[in-house]
């Protein structure tokens, strides 16, 4: 137990052999359950966890018969944490990027209650700029700002981190079955914890890389698709939060902020016309263009300004050793 509660350690395992028997046995003593779901690997994953199992009374493994995604496993884990009671469930990835000796800066303020979620921020300082790799670094810091649009949390960046620690209550609450499976599952799960209106705190980790891991995210591959799913959670939880649980004038804003934004499409592309068959841009659609354009951004500002108003009480408030390890690697920079 940490602190008089239950710690939970979650780990998604796929073709992970090199790296999950460090991950397992770097754990500290005071972890009381460590389930690994091995969503079907190809390699020895399974072997080494149930090697280590017999030793380790502590290790729960969960096979999956059929490939679920990072999310499907991650979910199987946190089901098994809700349904054996425990009181936090921190998730760890199989490939030793996660520093365990960071848990209790974690774990500390969801303990306090202080938060219902804490998730590591490895974007807080510039080392991360230089220890993670670019095409990652950018498309990362690309996602996030999509992210916090479609999810609310705007105190909240690095969303792709898979470390993190989530209270009994939220375990409870959010349906996992419907949790997205494949590598937009945190921008998911960000999204369903706002419509509960869960408090999210960003703690600072330090990014762990070339300890022998292979990444099987390839940024340049998922943006778009999770850019898509983005703007599908952006609308879900306009509805879910804004009409469906408690009407918020902001609807109107972001209404008309897309109104305008379609009107500006269709008068640009009229005014570009004139341009490239006449040769002159027209007085009055060049106006009504920028009218519209001008619109657009005011109504679209706004609604985020009213959206930020709405879930600034959601931010979680570090525990004071997240505060001093923050102040740390300020004085670092």
């Given amino acids: 137990m940490y602190r008089q509660k239950t710690i939970c350690i979650v780990i998604p395992a796929y073709n992970e052999e090199k790296q999950i028997g460090r991950v397992i046995t770097s754990l500290p003593d005071w972890v009381d359950f460590i389930v690994v779901v091995n969503d079907t690997s190809t390699d020895r994953t399974g072997e080494v966890v149930g090697r280590l199992q017999e030793i380790d009374t ?20 946190y089901k098994w944490a809700r349904d054996n009671n425990c009181e936090i469930a921190v998730r760890m ?20 209650e202080r938060t219902d979620y804490a998730k590591g921020n490895r974007l807080f300082t510039g080392e991360a700029f230089k ?11 690309f996602l996030s700002l999509l992210t916090k649009i479609a999810s609310g949390y705007w105190h909240v960046a690095d969303f792709q981190s898979g470390y993190t620690a989530i209270s009994k209550r939220a ?27 869960f408090r999210v705190a960003d703690i600072p980790v330090e990014p762990v890389y070339n300890v022998g891991e292979e990444s099987g995210l390839k940024i340049h591959r998922v943006v778009f698709t999770l850019s898509w799913l983005l703007i599908k959670l952006f609308f879900w939880r306009m509805k879910e939060k804004y009409i469906i649980r408690d009407f918020h004038p902001l609807i109107f804003f972001y209404t008309l902020g897309g109104f305008f934004v379609l009107t500006t499409i269709a008068l640009f592309s009229r005014v570009l016309f004139y ?18 354009f001008t619109s657009a951004s005011l109504f679209t500002l706004f609604a985020m300004w009213f959206d930020m108003e709405a879930n600034k009480d959601l931010k979680g408030i570090p525990s004071f050793s997240g505060v001093i390890a923050e102040c740390r690697e300020v004085g670092r920079g």
């Avoid at 220890?131 to 810091?141: C, D, L, M, Q, S």
């Avoid at 341009?275 to 519209?292: C, R």
Wanted: net charge negative.
């Fill in 93 to 112: 990835d199989g490939d030793g990027q996660m520093d365990p000796d960071e848990l209790p800066m974690l774990l500390d303020p969801v303990v306090e």
């Fill in 275 to 292: 341009k490239l068959t006449l040769g002159y841009f027209p007085p009055t659609g060049s106006l009504a263009t920028f009218f519209s």
């Fill in 58 to 77: 502590r290790i729960v493994l969960i096979e999956h018969e059929t490939n679920a995604g990072c999310g499907g496993a991650l979910a199987s884990g």
């Fill in 171 to 197: 375990l409870q609450l959010i349906d996992w079955d419907r949790m997205y499976k494949r590598y937009g599952q945190p921008n998911d799960l960000l999204v369903r914890l706002n419509v509960y209106n």
């Fill in 131 to 141: 220890r993670i790799p670019k095409v990652r670094y950018f498309g990362n810091a």
